[in-house]
Structure formats: structure tokens, C-alpha cells
């Protein structure tokens, strides 16, 4: 297994997701951090492409998430 450095240079995003799994911080920790680092493009972005923008809430109203 990678430790913390090597997973900061190598893999970020595995880093992130050890944080929140072994009780650094909560995954609400790590969202508010995440989305107050990211521009309003990239929420809008990320929403989209997980087809969570209106566009798709309005399609697909009889699912739930």
C-alpha cells in the first residue's frame, strides 16, 4: 500500500477518499472543501456529467437518487 506522500503525487483522489474512510474528516468535510476550491463552472460541470443539472431532474422525475 501507498503511503500519504506517494498517494498525494501519484493518485490525489485516492488520498482524498483514504481521508474521509479511515475518520480524518467527514465526506461533508470533503465536499464543502471540494466545491469551495472548484469554480461554479466545474460544479455545474460535474453536476452535468453525473446527471444531476436540472436538465436531467426534470427528464427523470420519477426517479429517485
Request: charged share 30%.
Amino acid at each position: 500500500m501507498m503511503d500519504l506522500n506517494d498517494m498525494y503525487d501519484l493518485n490525489p483522489r485516492e488520498l482524498a477518499l483514504t481521508l474521509v474512510e479511515e475518520g480524518h474528516m467527514t465526506a461533508y468535510q470533503m465536499l464543502i472543501a471540494s466545491l469551495k476550491y472548484m469554480s461554479a463552472d466545474d460544479v455545474r460541470d460535474m453536476l452535468d456529467c453525473n446527471e444531476l443539472s436540472p436538465r436531467f431532474m426534470l427528464d427523470n422525475r420519477n426517479e429517485v437518487y
